[in-house]
C-alpha cells in the first residue's frame, strides 16, 4: 500500500493522455460537435422548461387554491413527459458519442 498514491498518480496521468488523444482524435469533425451541442441545447431547454414547471406546481401548491391544485395534475403530467423526453436525449447523445468514437477508431491515423 505503501505506493499507492504513485499508481494513483500514474493512473491520472495515463487517463489524462487518453482523453487528449481522444479529444484530439475528433477535433477535426465541427459536424459531430455541432451535434452534440445541438443535443445539449435541447437537453437544457427541457430542463429550464421543467425548473419553471416545478416552480409553478409549487406556487400552486403553496396557494391551496383548488383550481390551481387542479391546474397541478397537468403541470406533473408535462414534468413527467419532459422527464421523459430528458431520458431520451441523453440515450441518443449516448449513443451518438459512442457511434463517432468508435467510428473514428476505425479511421487510420494520421501521423506527422
Same mark, same amino acid.
Given at each position: ?9 500514474? &493512473? ?10 481522444? *479529444?484530439?482524435? #475528433? +477535433?477535426? /469533425? ?8 445541438? =443535443? ?9 422548461? +421543467?425548473? #419553471?414547471?416545478?416552480?409553478? #406546481?409549487?406556487?400552486?401548491?403553496? =396557494?391551496?387554491?383548488?383550481? &390551481?391544485? #387542479?391546474? &397541478? ?8 413527459? +419532459?422527464?421523459?423526453?430528458?431520458? =431520451?436525449?441523453? *440515450? /441518443?447523445?449516448? *449513443? ?8 473514428? /477508431?476505425?479511421?487510420?491515423? &494520421?501521423? /506527422?
Amino acid at each position: 500500500m505503501a505506493n499507492t498514491p504513485t499508481n494513483s498518480s500514474s &493512473n491520472k496521468k495515463k487517463l489524462k493522455q487518453q482523453a487528449k488523444q481522444d *479529444s484530439e482524435d #475528433v +477535433n477535426g /469533425d465541427p459536424e459531430i460537435w455541432a451535434s452534440f451541442d445541438q =443535443s445539449f441545447k435541447q437537453v437544457q431547454s427541457v430542463l429550464d422548461r +421543467n425548473r #419553471v414547471l416545478i416552480q409553478q #406546481v409549487n406556487d400552486n401548491h403553496q =396557494s391551496k387554491i383548488p383550481h &390551481n391544485m #387542479v391546474e &397541478n395534475v397537468a403541470l406533473i403530467q408535462e414534468l413527467n413527459g +419532459n422527464i421523459s423526453k430528458v431520458v =431520451s436525449l441523453y *440515450s /441518443d447523445l449516448s *449513443s451518438n458519442f459512442s457511434t463517432a468514437f468508435h467510428n473514428d /477508431d476505425e479511421q487510420p491515423k &494520421n501521423s /506527422d
